[in-house]
């Protein structure tokens, strides 16, 4: 019996303006679901808090990450807020061999890159509730200053442009919802023919046992009389 044909996973990336809540989107998804992986964005901006190198993000020079974009390493890289930021090529491919979802917590510069280089890429653009629970969420987070916040906040009104050209809006009003509609997008997705893995061999095989079944109706008639 076919409870699910095997598909190819799909690298998922989650924009939106600074403190709307992608990251914690992100990593709840991780947490939570089986087969989804975050992908580590090298970065040359400094650590802050208790982020971990190699966990949040790959800490790296700005020597090093220009020798990255030299080497071809990034599948997308741009600067925000002053620092420079990319996804290594690496983590989409360790995802696609391991056969897991891959979340890219990346900025609207870095969605249009994928767009064009990767097209099954899925671009979901995350939602504040409202402008006072983003400015709130901004300055609870507690890592910036208020300037910088106002700053991002400036940049998030500008990017709200690009939202029309993601795939899909979801609104991170209440988390457990937002987790649960981005993991309903992945689950959809999942389904679509484009991502089924040998399609083709699948429909033969249906196709060989439709026969088969009727074929074996035919001689029961037949016995029957
Ligand atoms: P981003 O990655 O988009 O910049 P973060 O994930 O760092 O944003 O979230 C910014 C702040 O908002 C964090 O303190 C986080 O705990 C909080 N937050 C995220 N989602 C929600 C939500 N649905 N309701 C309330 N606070 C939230
Ligand atoms: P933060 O410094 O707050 O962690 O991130 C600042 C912005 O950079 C966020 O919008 C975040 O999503 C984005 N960002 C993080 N990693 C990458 C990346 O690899 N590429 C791009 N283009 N943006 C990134």
């Not at 949040?56 to 974009?69: G, K, L, Q, W």
């Not at 983003?134 to 910036?144: A, F, I």
């Not at 309903?184 to 196709?207: G, Q």
């Amino acid at each position: 019996m076919i409870t699910g044909l095997p598909y190819r996973p799909c690298p998922l990336v989650l924009a939106a303006p600074s403190g709307t809540g992608k990251t914690t989107i992100a990593h709840a998804l991780v947490d939570r679901f089986d087969h989804f992986v975050f992908s580590v964005s090298a970065t040359t901006r400094r650590a802050r808090g208790d982020e971990e190198h190699g966990v949040d993000y790959d800490f790296v020079s700005r020597e090093r990450f220009r020798a990255m974009i030299e080497d071809g390493e990034l599948v997308e890289w741009a600067e925000v807020h002053g620092n420079l930021y990319g996804t290594p090529m690496a983590n989409l491919e360790a995802a696609q061999d391991r056969g897991e979802h891959v979340v890219l917590d990346i900025d609207v510069q870095g969605a249009r890159q994928i767009r064009r280089r990767i097209p099954e890429a899925v671009l979901i653009f995350v939602f504040p509730p409202s402008a006072e629970a983003l400015w709130d969420r901004l300055t609870s987070r507690g890592t910036e200053k208020l300037d910088e916040a106002r700053r991002r906040m400036r940049a998030g009104r500008g990017e709200l442009e690009e939202a029309r050209h993601f795939d899909y809006i979801v609104v991170n009003d209440d988390l457990e919802r937002a987790v649960a509609r981005v993991r309903a997008i992945v689950e959809a997705e999942s389904h679509r023919p484009a991502r089924a893995l040998d399609l083709a061999d699948s429909v033969s095989r249906l196709r060989r046992e439709i026969d088969e079944v009727v074929k074996r109706a035919g001689a029961e008639e037949v016995t029957r009389g």
